[in-house]
């Protein structure tokens, strides 16, 4: 069973940056496309960015392009996500996910998510 392990929120004033780690144990994990994804207390969990599986092609969603850098490292089965200028609408818990690039749907499982609070 693939297993995806997210790492690396925290609390964070507004303005400042987190980097986020999405370890997959995947054999292959460079075949797929992958995704993060987030969601916050009471709303349903919403599309952030997406990177295909040579990494040669990235997507964002509106809210945080210009902010947020998605990246891959395919010899450490990892996926990052850099996260620039935060705000406090950014609070939510973060998850990756494998995607259908073109659609940006995921698939298969989901970690257990990792929260980022933004404090004003």
């Known amino acids: 069973q693939v297993q995806l392990v997210e790492s690396g929120g925290g609390l964070v004033q507004a303005g400042g940056s987190l980097r986020l780690s999405c370890a997959v144990s995947?054999?292959?994990?460079?075949?797929?496309?992958m995704g993060w994804f987030r969601q916050a207390p009471g709303k349903e969990r919403e599309f952030v960015a997406a990177?295909?599986?040579?990494?040669?092609?990235?997507y964002y969603a509106d809210s945080v392009k210009g902010r947020f850098t998605i990246s891959r490292d395919n010899a450490k089965n990892t996926v990052y996500l850099q996260m620039n200028s935060l705000k406090p609408e950014d609070t939510a818990v973060y998850y990756c996910?494998?995607?259908?690039?073109?659609?940006?749907?995921?698939?298969?499982?989901w970690g257990q998510g990792t929260q980022v609070t933004v404090s004003s």
């Open positions: 995947r054999r292959s994990f460079s075949d797929y496309s």
């Open positions: 996910a494998a995607v259908n690039f073109s659609t940006r749907r995921p698939f298969g499982s």
């Open positions: 990177i295909s599986w040579t990494g040669g092609n990235t």
